[in-house]
Structures are given as C-alpha cells and as structure tokens.
Nanobody, 115 residues
Framework: QVQLVESGGGLVQAGGSLRLSCTAS??????MGWYRQAPGKQRELVAF???????NYADSVKGRFAISRDNAKNTVYLQMNSLKPDDTAVYYC???????????WGQGTQVTVSS
C-alpha cells in the first residue's frame, strides 16, 4: 500500500523560510515532487526531482525554493526561502513510479505566509 506522509508546513512571515518533508512507502518512485493549491485556484506544480537528481521548478519559485531527495529514505524535501504571501497554499507531495506512471498524493500540508 502506497503512503506519502508530509510534514513541515505552518505559518511564517513574508521573507521567512520553511522546509517541507515527504516520506514515501509501499513502492519505488522515480519521480517525486510538490504541488500546491491556493483557495479558488487549480493545483499547480511547484517542483519535481527524479531519482537521478534532475530537477524542474515552476517559474514563480525559481531562485527561492530548492527541492532535494534522499533515495535511501524515499524522502523528498522542499526548502522554501524568501516566502511571499502568494505562496500561501496547501502543499501536496506527489510521487510517480515512472514518467508514465500513476500519481500518488500525500494528504497535504498548509503553508501560510503573512504579510
């Protein structure tokens, strides 16, 4: 049974930092990443990383967020710096066994950035 367990969300002032973690179990995931969904908006990709270390970021977070993973622990991290109120959203961990594989989702963790 696949399970993704997230942690690290919270409330932070603009300009602050947070680090999200997501540990996966039940399968091997070549691609792991983070999406976010703000109220009234569609879920959007934040960043993903492959098991080989290739990374991709949304333009809105480039230079501020950094994604990394520990393959031995099946864990992906998202270091978020210089946070803005527009970053406020529920952040969801995503994991896929392959590029064409099905999506697996975490339960979501709230990130709130106050101005």
């Amino acid at each position: 049974q696949v399970q993704l367990v997230e942690s690290g969300g919270g409330l932070v002032q603009a300009g602050g930092s947070l680090r999200l973690s997501c540990t996966a179990s039940g399968s091997i995931f070549r691609i792991m990443g983070w999406y976010r969904q703000a109220p009234g908006k569609q879920r959007e990709l934040v960043a993903f990383i492959t098991d080989g270390g290739a990374k991709n970021y949304a333009d809105s977070v480039k230079g501020r967020f950094a994604i990394s993973r520990d393959n031995a622990k099946n864990t992906v991290y998202l270091q978020m710096n210089s946070l803005k109120p527009d970053d406020t959203a529920v952040y969801y961990c995503n994991a896929k066994p392959s590029v064409m594989g099905g999506d697996n989702w975490g339960q979501g963790t709230q990130v709130t950035v106050s101005s």
